[in-house]
């Protein structure tokens, strides 16, 4: 029953931190959690060092977080497409190698016949 229910835990966890980075990673967050934090402003405007601790606390971390997750979600699927290339050339690659293998091998034999041939007729 334990297990069960770490088991259910876990994966429930795993399903909920996929959907809260692919969501809150995304422009239209960055551009709600904007309207959110420019909006108070028209009520209630800091004073002083106000405006650099509302700059600090809400609008860095309120806005630029998921401007940063974005940006990494791009850059992930940037590198992921380049690392995708990378295998495809290089299975092509092996695939040739194998195949220049094989006809070095095929004629090796051809060569070591034709030399036992050879030594046979010098004989």
């Given at each position: 029953m334990v297990k069960k229910l770490?088991?259910?835990y876990v994966t429930y966890?795993?399903?909920l931190g996929e959907r809260l980075a692919k969501y809150l990673s995304t422009m239209g967050c960055f551009y709600l959690i904007a309207?959110?934090?420019?909006?108070p402003l028209f009520f209630q405007q800091p004073t002083g060092i106000g405006w650099i601790q509302y700059?600090?606390?809400v609008f860095f971390q309120g806005v630029a977080l998921p401007l940063l997750g974005y940006v990494a979600a791009k850059s992930g699927e940037k590198t992921e497409k380049t690392i995708k290339e990378?295998?495809?050339?290089?299975?092509?690659?092996?695939s040739l190698i194998k195949e220049e293998l094989q006809l070095a091998k095929e004629e090796r034999i051809k060569?070591?016949?034709i030399l036992e041939d050879l030594q046979k007729t010098i004989s």
């Open positions: 770490k088991s259910f966890t795993d399903w309207l959110l934090v420019i909006i700059i600090v606390t990378t295998h495809d050339i290089v299975m092509d690659e092996l060569l070591n016949k």
